[in-house]
């Protein structure tokens, strides 16, 4: 869930204890948008098509130094724009770095959007209520929800999976649109959705891209 993928926490891993050398440093990566997210395996995602969509190619030049601890992180140094849309590209919801410029291995993705990810637990309810102090959300605020980083997710007739839309904002509570028939917890955040019709140059500024490692 967001970071890096499998590939590249599994290259990490065997760097560090010896077991094989990372793979060979790549240069550029290539900028991707998603209207829907997959698994860290890399699979699962839509990807942008059509509508003179390609990736963006960034250099190493592109990128800050990585600096900081809990977690280390590195931005974009240069603004990275997409070509200009010629037909509706859909909702994006998400970005990744691949290795290619078509195909290849997705290397690390995120939502859009620099939100923090926070404990919650839910009641059993139709809907649900879910408890995070100072969540911060409003009423019409898209967030996705895991218990990857900890948890168990409550039971539900329906799912939990994909955008959800925050209802019902107090201080500490909110909905999310799922009836839930157990108790449970897990961690939520906040996504920004950006429509891309027809004759838009989407463009990240420059720090708009963060990337973060424990």
């Not at 974009?76 to 195909?103: E, K, L, Q, R």
């Not at 605020?141 to 999976?161: F, H, I, K, Q």
């Amino acid at each position: 869930m967001t970071g890096f993928s499998d590939r590249t926490a599994q290259g990490v891993l065997d760097h560090v204890t010896g077991k094989a050398a990372m793979f060979a440093r790549v240069t550029p990566v290539y900028l991707a948008l998603f209207t829907a997210v997959g698994t860290d395996a890399g699979t699962g995602f839509t990807e942008v098509s059509g509508g003179s969509y390609a990736r963006v190619s960034m250099a190493a030049s592109d990128w800050n130094a990585a600096s900081g601890t809990s977690p280390s992180s590195a931005d974009n140094a240069n603004a990275a724009a997409f070509p200009t849309s010629t037909a509706d590209w859909g909702t994006v919801i998400a970005w990744g770095i691949y290795d290619a410029a078509s195909a290849g291995n997705l290397l690390m993705w995120d939502f859009l959007g620099d939100y923090d990810w926070k404990p919650f637990s839910c009641t059993s309810a139709t809907p649900g209520v879910l408890t995070s102090p100072a969540h911060g959300y409003s009423n019409g605020d898209s967030v996705v929800v895991t218990a990857e980083y900890g948890g168990a997710l409550p039971t539900t007739g329906g799912s939990w999976s994909g955008i959800k839309t925050v209802a019902s904002a107090t201080t500490d509570t909110f909905t999310a649109g799922v009836n839930t028939t157990g108790t449970g917890s897990g961690m939520v955040r906040k996504v920004t959705q950006q429509a891309i019709p027809s004759g838009i140059t989407p463009s990240f500024a420059s720090g708009q891209i963060t990337l973060l490692a424990a």
